[in-house]
């Protein structure tokens, strides 16, 4: 049984920064890339960034150059690093585990992040 659990959602006021931090456990098959998803209210769940486990990030062109993932494969987490934030970032934020080439096959439960202006 694999379980995603996320911590360090919450509420912020434009500009700042917060940290998401997701910590996997459970047998994973790997090579496996580890990602943030963000889904609004009346939106698509979408990518916001990802990284393999040999450390190739993939960003979402609005988060490029605020949005920071990184990963520790000793500890199986993944944390990412928002900044600049804007209320355009308002979602509820999702960590998600993938075989490489394949599509999520393991969610957290999500953690809101409120971007006030």
């Known amino acids: 049984q694999v379980q995603l659990v996320e911590s360090g959602g919450g509420l912020v006021q434009a500009g700042g920064s917060l940290t998401l931090s997701c910590a996997a456990s459970?047998?994973?098959?790997?090579?496996?890339?580890m990602g943030w998803y963000r889904q609004a209210p009346g939106k698509q769940r979408e990518l916001v960034a990802d990284?393999?486990?040999?450390?190739?990030?993939n960003y979402a062109g609005s988060v490029k150059g605020r949005f920071i993932v990184s990963r520790d494969n000793g500890k199986n987490t993944v944390n990412l690093q928002m900044n600049k934030l804007t209320p355009e970032d308002t979602a509820i934020y999702y960590c998600g585990v993938r075989p490489r080439f394949a599509p999520v096959v393991y969610w957290g439960q999500g953690t809101q992040v409120t971007v006030s202006s």
């Open positions: 990284i393999s486990s040999s450390g190739t990030t």
């Open positions: 459970g047998s994973i098959f790997s090579p496996y890339t």
